[in-house]
């Protein structure tokens, strides 16, 4: 039966709420997403440059963007900086990778069972809290001035968000999605695999951007801190350049953490509201 | 049309039993905040049968659901299914993040069902309650009524052969009622299936019922049974489903004064 005679079938008031939008083009919501972080950055680069005006400071300790924008358009071509930037993106993926295993782990374990949410729930919390600089001291006393000294910093900078983000999906997965999926007949595992995990996945994608956060604060925190010799890192440079009291490098470094930060803060938004266009958590007159 | 005062006997000898609910009680809490949702309930559902449980809001016909599908345990008394049960809800209860073919092909996923078999079963079912080439929609992109037909496919897809519906269609409109009403009368004729179908909507039980339950409220026992032999298929605003919603209300309204005056 064709497409259209099933739509006749489904006469009723009722029919006419059903959702047949069209979304608009591609390239017109590209836009409509672009226009204002283009002017936002205008408006900022703009007032950076007004306060350099103004000689608040002299301009070989606050530089222009004038200065600034061209070092850094110099460094993309440097080889030592890809080396750099390729070096913390590694450190990062790695510590979220493995933040993300445990943290899923713990998280699971603590909506599961209810002996281990007493035993450690609030603790976790408390862990997420806990300013992530303040463990290297004791990351130097364990692992000395190394890889992994930085990695147990992210990884339990990241963990407990991780977990707590999926405790909480798990919590408020709606009871009536839980009966119907018992009467389906999912249990014990597959209730879990089919039913709660996906109900779940919302507060689970909320708990991984913030662990990404906090991994990210935490390498950078590590790179300054701990200098692991013969490894450029975006952390390293930026402690060069104030030694050598560049700071237009030493900006042009900044810049370069503050994009990467918002590149993957947009990819965990997209992310976001995809899940949410999909289960459609998004109100159309909003959208 | 008559009217029988007790329950239709429990070992009927020409259908046989699907459902029986023996001196069933169910209360929730202890001791003096006891809740006594039901109080000795008897009740028989013969197989093939389609049984409307009608009753004022608080007479225990969500909890007596419940037990029958095994989703919670009476306090006394025996609850005996024989059959494999099917829930619906007042809400559609689907799961978002699955389109509307993998909603309905879950219960066959979790029975081990291979894709392609549970893919062609289930888009059959669909075709079923009218909603053929809607499969890869989203459960958010229907409309109520819609929704509720892929709750009713989900359910049939479970190869249940006792259907127990919640007020499925009481957050719709009257005339998407009707038609579910139409929908889900000619999927159950002829099917074999069993269904307890509770509302408190009398004339929907007058259009729907073979047999209509009357509960009273708190505690929850059965206090009249009317067997209905209109003949299929019905009108819901036929003189005689009317004339049957009249009999039944009069003798809920009287329920309702004596629990009053109580």
């Known amino acids: 039966m064709a497409v259209d005679e099933h739509l006749l079938n489904l006469a009723g008031l009722d029919a006419l709420e059903s959702v047949l939008g069209k979304a608009p083009s591609r390239w017109s919501r590209v836009w409509a997403m672009t226009w204002p972080k283009l002017g936002a950055l205008g408006l900022f680069l703009a007032g950076w440059q007004l306060i350099v005006w103004a000689g608040w400071k002299p301009e070989y300790v606050l530089p222009g963007p004038a200065k600034v924008l061209p070092r850094l358009w110099e460094l993309l071509f440097v080889g030592e900086f890809w080396r750099a930037v390729g070096i913390t993106m590694r450190r990062a993926l790695a510590g979220y990778a493995v933040a993300v295993v445990i943290g899923s782990l713990l998280g699971i374990s603590i909506a599961r069972t209810r002996i281990v949410r007493s035993a450690i729930g609030a603790m976790i919390t408390g862990l997420q809290t806990m300013p992530s600089i303040a463990w290297f001291p004791l990351a130097i006393a364990l692992f000395q001035i190394s890889e992994r000294a930085i990695m147990f910093v992210v990884v339990l900078g990241a963990a407990p968000s991780i977990a707590n983000g999926l405790v909480s999906g798990v919590d408020h997965v709606p009871p009536l999605l839980l009966r119907a999926g018992r009467m389906v007949g999912a249990r014990g595992v597959g209730l879990y695999r089919h039913v709660i995990l996906p109900a779940a996945l919302p507060g689970f994608v909320g708990g991984l951007k913030q662990g990404w956060a906090f991994a990210w604060r935490s390498l950078m925190a590590g790179e300054l801190i701990v200098i692991v010799g013969n490894k450029p890192s975006i952390g390293s440079r930026l402690d060069f350049a104030r030694q050598f009291s560049d700071s237009e490098l030493l900006i042009a470094w900044m810049l370069v953490i503050l994009t990467i930060g918002i590149i993957i803060d947009a990819a965990f938004t997209k992310a976001d509201l995809t899940l949410r266009r999909r289960w459609g958590l998004i109100d159309n007159a909003t959208r | ?262």
């Open chain 2, 1 to 262: 049309m008559t009217t029988v005062a007790a329950p239709v006997g429990i070992d009927d000898p020409i259908t046989g039993a699907a459902i029986a609910l023996r001196s069933v009680s169910k209360a929730f809490g202890h001791g003096a905040d006891a809740v006594v949702a039901l109080d000795g309930i008897d009740l028989a559902v013969g197989r093939g049968e389609f049984v409307c449980v009608v009753g004022a809001s608080g007479c225990g016909k969500s909890t007596a659901l419940n037990l029958m599908a095994g989703l919670d345990r009476p306090t006394l008394g025996e609850v005996e299914v024989d059959g494999r049960p099917a829930l619906m809800f007042q809400e559609a209860a689907l799961f978002p993040w699955l389109d509307v073919l993998d909603n309905v092909a879950l219960p066959m996923r979790l029975k081990g069902v291979g894709k392609g078999e549970r893919r062609g079963r289930a888009s059959e079912l669909l075709d079923k309650v009218h909603l053929g080439g809607q499969g890869h929609r989203r459960p958010h992109e229907l409309s109520g009524g819609m929704r509720q037909r892929v709750a009713l496919a989900r359910s049939l897809a479970q190869d249940a052969d006792i259907l127990l519906m919640d007020e499925p269609f009481g957050a719709l409109d009257a005339m998407t009622r009707d038609l579910l009403h139409d929908e889900l009368e000619s999927v159950w004729s002829g099917s074999g299936l069993t269904v307890v179908f509770v509302t408190h909507n009398v004339r929907e039980a007058a259009r729907l019922a073979d047999r209509i339950v009357l509960l009273t409220s708190r505690p929850g026992r059965v206090a009249a049974t009317f067997e209905v032999e209109i003949p299929r298929p019905r009108r819901i605003d036929s003189p005689e489903v009317s004339g049957l919603a009249a009999k039944v209300t009069d003798r809920l309204r009287e329920e309702v004064r004596r629990h009053g005056s109580r």
